[in-house]
């Protein structure tokens, strides 16, 4: 996972808002995009870009694609952060 494409990908507000509607359980590209005042286009980008960023994984079910969090990326992401602020920690919290 490439951690700059994870900050990226979560800094839409879009973005984490599929997120956390993923969170809940899986759900259909359609039913994702029922719930935003914005075209079925760009769900689908946003959609594209969280899967390049590994944080959902996408299955195809008939004609209909499933989308669901991929939560080891989740983890990792937050082993990479914990592990940023703990390296600050040893410098004091000190800036480079």
């Given amino acids: ?14 973005r984490r808002e599929i997120l956390r509607s993923l969170r809940t359980g ?3 590209a ?11 286009a ?8 969280l899967r390049d960023a590994g944080l959902v994984q996408s299955e195809r079910a008939g004609r ?3 989308y669901s969090l991929e939560s080891t ?5 937050v082993n990479q952060v914990m592990t940023m602020l703990d390296a600050g920690e040893d ?3 000190e800036e480079p």
């Fill in 42 to 49: 760009s769900i689908s980008h946003h959609l594209n870009v």
């Fill in 64 to 66: 209909t694609i499933v």
């Fill in 26 to 28: 899986d759900l259909t």
């Fill in 30 to 40: 359609g039913e994702i995009a029922s719930r935003f005042p914005i075209t079925a």
């Fill in 1 to 14: 996972m490439a951690f700059d494409t994870t900050i990226r990908a979560l800094g839409d507000p879009t």
């Fill in 91 to 93: 410098r004091g919290g």
């Fill in 73 to 77: 990326v989740f983890q990792e992401f």
